[in-house]
């Protein structure tokens, strides 16, 4: 289908609100706000923002103008870390983390090894992020590599900005949810070949945190980023404390900070992403 057909042209009036730099740099003069605007878009791209009087002028006869002026228009929303296979368990606690991931989040996960169960969670974590106005995100998939490809496949059709890799995990997970090195080299190959720089899609490598992953899995994380420095980086970084049920003694230190050096000395050539859980 093409793009034009799939997002038809249309017009919107309202009070926009966008940035036309970085914040960070420029502070408040990278803001804009505009109490009565018009924002025009085609073909799933912006065609034109500015104030309504200057704009209406220039709509395509017949177009029509929708009328959001009791809303506040804004770009869409950026998910730094969201694992969409678990989106079933959203809200459910269960102890300290370590008491979720074995209760929640590992069976959860496990669910997808059953036949098409990740192509319909993606189409539904897609389409529950777009409803809350999220268009971009960095997630975590399943250590499944059909998860992942079904993830892109989803995002690919929708045409989102989205960054996404399988998880790595090789130790003190539940056997059905633990690869081989091997296994996960083979499988970040095919997927960065496939969907890496395809439309608007990225890989990030996805070492789930320190205790895991094992000290070679790491340090494959750390060859892609040497081969491949455009490639994402996104982990869970989390100092172990007593919850962590004797996983500290996996690092020669007590703490995962020393493993994670593996990894985090490439990212100066990486786009990084350390998610703490303090």
Wanted: net charge positive; proline share 6%.
């Amino acid at each position: 289908m093409a793009m034009s057909a799939q997002f038809p042209e249309r017009a919107l009036r309202g009070a926009i609100l966008h940035f036309i730099d970085d914040p960070a740099t420029l502070g408040l003069a990278a803001v804009r706000f505009i109490p009565d605007g018009l924002l025009r878009v085609a073909g799933g791209r912006v065609k034109a923002v500015g104030e309504y009087a200057d704009l209406l002028g220039q709509l395509p006869r017949g177009l029509k103008v929708e009328e959001r002026r009791s809303c506040l228009l804004i770009p869409g929303l950026i998910d730094t870390h969201t694992h969409y296979p678990q989106l079933s368990i959203a809200a459910s606690p269960a102890g300290t983390l370590f008491d979720w991931l074995e209760q929640r989040a590992f069976p959860a996960e496990s669910a997808l090894n059953c036949p098409g169960v990740d192509g319909r969670l993606a189409q539904r974590f897609l389409a529950e992020m777009l409803r809350n106005g999220t268009t971009t995100a960095m997630v975590f998939a399943g250590v499944q590599p059909d998860s992942a490809n079904a993830f892109f496949r989803h995002a690919e059709r929708l045409g989102l900005r989205l960054i996404c890799g399988k998880v790595l995990q090789d130790r003190l997970v539940p056997e059905a949810l633990r690869e081989s090195v091997a296994q996960a080299r083979a499988a970040i190959e095919a997927l960065v070949r496939r969907w890496h720089g395809q439309g608007r899609l990225a890989y990030a490598l996805t070492p789930r945190f320190a205790p895991a992953c094992s000290e070679p899995l790491l340090e494959l994380c750390g060859d892609w980023l040497q081969r491949y420095p455009d490639l994402y980086l996104q982990t869970t970084w989390r100092k172990l404390g007593t919850s962590a049920n004797g996983y500290s003694s996996c690092f020669h230190n007590g703490e995962g900070i020393s493993m994670y050096m593996i990894t985090t000395a490439f990212c100066d050539h990486a786009r990084c992403l350390l998610m703490p859980f303090i």
